[in-house]
């Protein structure tokens, strides 16, 4: 349960008040990343159920819109920092880029196309696959997002920036703490199998994570290190990628429910 409280604590705006006796090693619960993930997914995805596929422009900025005030705007904050970064000139000026409290061309362009690609995908989901394959592609998304930024962790130890946030949290993520955040978007991948028995949906969940890893992985190594702000961008590539893929998939001819 701590795990659990320390994650929505920092993952979330929600106030939560932590178990006495906590420790460092539960201190931002890694371990429960995706299934908080999850959580925010599905309080994310009311608007896909109420306005939904009569409105699915409208439902889809709502969604993203509940996304980012459910976290605090957290992971987008660290991918406009992160793109900033990424076209300055030199690793001091890149540095000085991702720490300047003001979004610089690069971030805002980041932070509109990422989030215009996530309204629009979510409102292609919900003309092509209706409210059901929508809410559990952002489910998964959300779940997913945060479980590949705690797999960037345990596996970029090495390149973490010293003195920053990145290095406190790295230094509490293990290779378990990995495995278990990745259980929460695993059961929703079989749940989506399950319950649709779309295999379009359930290709397009499983290899939007995939390129949402690999793009997460391409920053840490552009940037030659990871911080803070870096695992933020982690989480929102990945989970744009998988309403992105998830999206093209189910619209395919092919793919679209009978």
Do not use: N, Y
Not at 6 to 28: D, H, K, N, W, Y
């Amino acid at each position: 349960m701590r795990t659990v409280l320390a994650a929505i604590a920092f993952l979330t705006r929600v106030p939560v008040a932590t178990l006495p006796g906590s420790t460092s090693t539960v201190s931002f619960g890694a371990a429960a990343f995706g299934l908080v993930g999850a959580g925010i997914g599905l309080v994310a995805s009311i608007p896909l159920v109420l306005p939904g596929a009569a409105a699915p422009a409208i439902a889809g900025l709502l969604a993203v819109a509940l996304l980012a005030v459910a976290s605090g705007a957290l992971h987008l904050d660290g991918l406009a920092d992160t793109a900033d970064a990424l076209v300055a000139h030199g690793p001091d000026r890149a540095e000085r880029a991702r720490r300047d409290p003001a979004i610089g061309a690069a971030g805002g362009v980041a932070l509109v196309i990422l989030l215009g690609l996530e309204v629009a995908a979510i409102a292609q989901l919900l003309v092509s696959g209706g409210s059901g394959f929508a809410v559990l592609a952002l489910v998964f998304a959300a779940a997913a997002g945060r479980a590949v930024a705690v797999g960037i962790a345990a596996g970029a130890r090495s390149k973490v920036t010293r003195g920053g946030l990145a290095e406190g949290f790295v230094g509490t993520v293990a290779a378990r703490d990995a495995v278990l955040a990745a259980l929460a978007p695993a059961v929703v991948l079989v749940v989506a199998l399950v319950a649709t028995r779309s295999a379009p949906l359930a290709a397009g969940l499983a290899g939007g994570v995939a390129i949402g890893a690999v793009l997460a992985v391409g920053v840490v190594r552009a940037r030659g290190s990871l911080d803070g702000d870096g695992l933020g961008a982690a989480v929102e590539l990945a989970e744009a990628a998988v309403l992105v893929v998830t999206a093209i998939a189910v619209a395919w001819p092919a793919g679209q429910p009978r």
